[in-house]
């Protein structure tokens, strides 16, 4: 079945739609919140289906090593390249080929449209995260396309 | 590790489950966003569109499907090898009207409404109206205008979901002025 493909033209359509709505050059802003919550709720939505049949997490780390992993290689065909922690609740997840910006060209043209290309993304992680009852800031940045770091802060609850 | 168990046979729900409920995600902005459902039908057929036209493209190179000789054909592409390869279903094709030019996909089951339930203040909502978009969108690019709307929806108490096609005409490519 082909529905990577379909996703990927919704994701697109989203971000065309958002952008759209929120108009403006200097609306970015608003633009990347809006989708990161709407990723939010489909990340909460996905992690419950998905961790139904899973056994129990040992602890924090266990759960980072879960998104890295299955939910990454379920949502964007490849696991996370690396992954680094601080060990006090700051992990840094690195995609050297990240799916939704392949489309993009590499160069420096379209770097300032990045981040709306992971706000959906960054919603996706903090969603799921919530919802294993890790709560956390999820943001992203691009230095060079299409790879692209996101950097995870637990919040202690 | 323990829990590295039937994992394999899952993913491909999931990444059917990713599309429906980021699409539900998208419907619910759209009802924020617009007052009336009809503002938010109208969205949808037109993101639907835009996704249409260039998922024809794809739909081709996967697919490798040649030309169809009539429309009978293309409705059978349509059901058993798009909607197949998109949304992993089957419709049966049916109702054909005796000219042959207008017929009905009957969806059995509709992933997109998967986890959706309507409440009552939206009763005019088509929520699966990205689907005639799309329709809509890539028959566009293999030059055939169609008119796509839902005919019945599970959602709104329907026993099945019905989508009624019906053929307008063959769009003419038209070389641009001054173009020999």
Not at chain 2, 92 to 119: R, Y
Request: aromatic letters at 10%; hydrophobic letters at 40%.
């Amino acid at each position: 079945m082909a529905d990577e493909a379909l996703f990927q033209f919704l994701h697109n359509e989203l971000l065309q739609y958002v952008n759209n709505t929120e108009g403006g050059e200097n609306e970015n802003g608003r633009c990347v919140s809006k989708l990161e919550n709407m990723g939010f709720r489909v990340g909460q939505g996905l992690i419950e289906r998905f961790t139904k049949e899973t056994a129990r997490f040992k602890d924090e780390l266990d759960v980072m090593k879960f998104i890295c992993k299955d939910f990454w290689t379920c949502v964007f065909k490849k696991q996370i390249d690396n992954l680094r922690t601080n060990h006090q609740g700051i992990y840094v997840l690195q995609d050297n080929k990240f799916r939704l910006l392949s489309q993009l060209s590499a160069g420096k043209q379209y770097l300032e449209h990045a981040p709306k290309y992971l706000a959906f993304t960054c919603g996706l992680v903090r969603g799921g995260l919530y919802n294993l009852g890790v709560k956390s800031i999820v943001t992203a940045e691009v230095s060079v396309m299409p790879a692209c770091k996101f950097q995870v802060m637990i919040q202690k609850m | 590790m323990s829990r590295q168990s039937n994992r394999t046979t899952d993913n491909k729900k999931m990444n059917s489950e990713l599309f429906t409920l980021t699409y539900g995600a998208l419907v619910t902005q759209l009802c924020k966003d617009y007052e009336n459902d009809e503002e938010v039908n109208k969205q949808l057929d037109k993101m639907g569109y835009n996704i249409g036209v260039r998922l024809i493209e794809d739909f081709l190179a996967r697919s490798s499907v040649g030309r169809c000789q009539d429309f009978r054909e293309t409705a059978d592409v349509i059901a058993k090898v798009a909607f197949k390869m998109y949304l992993g279903i089957t419709p049966s094709v049916t109702n054909w009207s005796p000219a042959g030019d207008e017929f009905s996909l009957i969806l059995e089951s509709n992933p997109l409404v998967d986890f959706v339930e309507l409440p009552d203040n939206h009763n005019t909502l088509i929520y699966s109206n990205l689907l005639c978009g799309v329709l809509r969108g890539a028959l566009e690019m293999v030059q055939m205008a169609v008119d796509v709307r839902f005919a019945q929806d599970t959602l709104r108490g329907d026993n099945v979901t019905e989508i009624r096609m019906k053929f307008i005409k063959r769009i003419e490519e038209n070389l641009p002025a001054g173009d020999e």
